[in-house]
T-cell receptor, first 113, second 113 residues
Framework: AQKVTQAQTEISVVEKEDVTLDCVYE???????LFWYKQPPSGELVFLIR????DEQNEISGRYSWNFQKSTSSFNFTITASQVVDSAVYFC??????????WGAGTKLIIKP | SQTIHQWPATLVQPVGSPLSLECTVE??????LYWYRQAAGRGLQLLFY??????ISSEVPQNLSASRPQDRQFILSSKKLLLSDSGFYLC????????????FGDGTRLSIL
């Protein structure tokens, strides 16, 4: 069965610290897609990144980077030099042969000034 | 570019009253459309999805229903609201095809009194 686990319910760091959000997934499919979304306090969900199972290259976008490791079924998200505006709930999600997204429970990230 | 509009932003309704939430997408044709519910402090639960006009799939048995009267219009309804229907409702769209990311509206905060 498909499953996404975000074991960190809440993380609190001081501004400018680096922080990594963990995501572990389960699927029997060889073809699948992984996603990260950000939900700021205002509520809307913002798409951040999509990764397919055949592309294990790590990705960097500004202060954001993603580490995809199939060997450990993980797709971790790192924010470098965190800022207060990064405070949000972050969701990891999986889509395989099933049509719908399987969502993690989310990690609430608090960046203190 | 594509945009998604969802309204109203907030809604307070008495128990037993009807509900109609509307979502429209612009800038694309034949999108997949989704309705999610998010309880406070929790992850997302898929309620309905649609791959075309008049085609609705329900994920969770409940007193809610969805309709897609036009290609880019998705409506969430209820004849009689329950207290348990309170939550944050999100509409999303995606291009058809495997692995396409979903893009979300701003959401509707529904409170049942």
């Amino acid at each position: 069965a498909q499953k996404v686990t975000q074991a960190q319910t809440e993380i609190s760091v001081v501004e400018k610290e680096d922080v990594t959000l963990d995501c572990v997934y389960e699927t029997r499919d060889t073809t699948y897609y992984l996603f990260w979304y950000k939900q700021p306090p205002s509520g809307e969900l913002v798409f951040l990144i999509r990764r397919n199972s055949f592309d294990e290259q790590n990705e960097i976008s500004g202060r954001y980077s993603w580490n995809f490791q199939k060997s450990t079924s993980s797709f971790n998200f790192t924010i470098t030099a965190s800022q207060v505006v990064d405070s949000a709930v972050y969701f990891c999600a999986l889509r395989d042969s099933n049509y719908q997204l399987i969502w993690g429970a989310g990690t609430k990230l608090i960046i203190k000034p | 570019s594509q945009t998604i509009h969802q309204w109203p932003a907030t809604l307070v309704q008495p128990v037993g009253s009807p509900l109609s939430l509307e979502c429209t997408v612009e800038g694309t044709s034949n999108p997949n459309l989704y309705w999610y519910r998010q309880a406070a402090g929790r992850g997302l639960q898929l309620l309905f999805y649609s791959v075309g006009i008049g085609q609705i799939s329900s994920e969770v048995p409940q007193n809610l229903s969805a309709s897609r009267p036009q290609d880019r219009q998705f409506i969430l309804s209820s004849k009689k609201l329950l207290l348990s229907d309170s939550g944050f409702y999100l509409c999303a769209w995606s291009l058809s095809g495997t692995g396409q990311p979903q893009h979300f509206g701003d959401g509707t905060r529904l409170s049942i009194l």
